[in-house]
């Protein structure tokens, strides 16, 4: 056969491939679990860890499959979404000698397609907003994908300055025709999240009024102190035409849950870049089509 042989290549490929394969499910299951009891928490970061081995993991089960470098270097590029006006230009396979290589050259394809000019018209500018503090640190920004009443948001935490900013990304008409009342809710259910991470007994506070019960005032107060440090951010992803747009969303407190979004607080011109490494990880799944109205 010819062409490079591939050094990763592994006859017993198929049995490593479905269980790492079987492994990265089991990982991405825990994750959604553990964000759901505890976004943020030191076993939801374990378990985004966990999720990222396995991710690697298949993947260098994957190159296994391949006798030659030019046969992985076929198979990825097939994988490239088509272009917009869907004319694309595959490379000479056979004139790559490592898998480096063709990754490499496979991230340099994927970029250019994703910043065409048809593409290109749908996306903000990718560098951190001038006077944005939130999400500046990629290292200290937590993503992942949660389903909120009853709809699927990549949620993206990030503390710093002693403030909480929390970033929720979803599709064009993703919150379908309650908007507003959605997000409020979704909000609730992360900030209650955030504050009983940080005030272990804060959840009682919240259950049948008892945020207003005068003998809980210290709690109350506490719980106040910190709902006054939480920033929420809505990412809208491009869609069927529709460009992208990254704005703060400004929310009262009632003492239990958030009130009044107000989605022109202020419209950013540019998305910061932990959080389009974010929606752009190919880990990342796509939310189905089927949540759009």
Not at 24 to 49: K, M, N
Not at 230 to 246: C, D, K, Q, T
């Amino acid at each position: 056969m010819g062409g490079t042989p591939n050094p990763h290549y592994d006859p017993q490929w198929a049995w490593h491939e479905t269980a790492c394969a079987a492994a990265c499910a089991q990982a991405e299951q825990l994750c959604a679990q553990e964000a759901a009891v505890a976004f943020g928490s030191a076993r939801h970061r374990a378990a985004l860890d966990r999720l990222a081995q396995a991710r690697e993991a298949l993947k260098h089960a994957q190159r296994a499959r391949f006798e030659t470098i030019a046969d992985y270097a076929a198979w990825r590029f097939s994988t490239l979404p088509p272009t917009p006006g869907g004319f694309s230009v595959t490379p000479d396979t056979a004139s790559f000698t490592s898998i480096q290589e063709v990754d490499a050259a496979f991230a340099r394809a994927r970029a250019y397609r994703r910043e065409s000019a048809q593409a290109e018209s749908l996306l903000l500018p990718t560098r951190q907003p001038l006077g944005l503090a939130a999400f500046s640190d990629a290292g200290g920004v937590i993503s992942s994908w949660r389903r909120l009443d009853a709809i699927d948001c990549l949620v993206s935490f990030h503390e710093t300055g002693g403030l909480f900013h929390i970033c929720l990304a979803h599709p064009w008409g993703g919150l379908a025709r309650q908007a507003n009342e959605v997000f409020r809710r979704s909000a609730t259910q992360l900030a209650r999240e955030v504050i009983s991470l940080a005030l272990p007994g804060a959840a009682e506070i919240f259950l049948h009024g008892r945020h207003r019960l005068v003998q809980h005032r210290e709690a109350i107060r506490a719980i106040n102190a910190l709902a006054a440090r939480l920033r929420f951010y809505r990412h809208l992803l491009p869609r069927h035409g529709l460009g992208e747009e990254f704005c703060r969303v400004t929310m009262g407190w009632d003492g239990a849950s958030c009130i009044d979004p107000d989605w022109s607080a202020e419209l950013f011109i540019a998305l910061p870049p932990a959080l389009r490494a974010a929606s752009d990880s190919a880990n990342v799944p796509t939310p189905p089509d089927r949540q759009l109205p």
